[in-house]
Nanobody, 130 residues
């Protein structure tokens, strides 16, 4: 069984940076789609970024709202996924969730537009003040 645990959330001012981590336990050599979602009260959970590694190549997707500011990466041991968030804005304030599916092929944009994923973390809060 795969478990995801997020950390690294906090409060920053506009323009600041945060790095979120998603620790993955129960990880095997299987191939995953994994990514970050965020949600604010009263709104639907939205996909922020997706990462998929296949045959030695890494593929990423970013929502338009975070392109150029956020970066997803994977640790060398592949048991941690990071989300580097720079130039943060108040509209980035949300609960951020890490998610993953076992998948040999990952259609990144489609995966980000769905919330029907197998594994979810408990979330970590990010608050950006103006």
């Amino acid at each position: 069984q795969v478990h995801l645990v997020e950390s690294g959330g906090g409060s920053v001012q506009t323009g600041g940076s945060l790095t979120l981590s998603c620790a993955i336990s129960g990880y095997t050599t299987r191939t995953y789609c994994m990514g970050w979602f965020r949600q604010t009260p009263g709104k639907e959970r939205e996909g922020v970024t997706v990462l998929h590694t296949r045959r030695g190549n890494t593929y990423t997707y970013y929502a338009d709202s975070v392109k150029g500011r956020f970066a997803i990466s994977q640790g060398n041991a592949k048991n941690t996924v990071y989300l580097q968030m720079d130039s943060l804005k108040p509209e980035d304030t949300a609960m951020y969730y890490c998610a993953a599916d076992v998948a040999d092929v990952c259609y990144l944009g489609s995966w980000a537009s769905s919330v029907r994923h197998t594994y979810w973390g408990q979330g970590t809060q990010v608050t950006v003040s103006s």
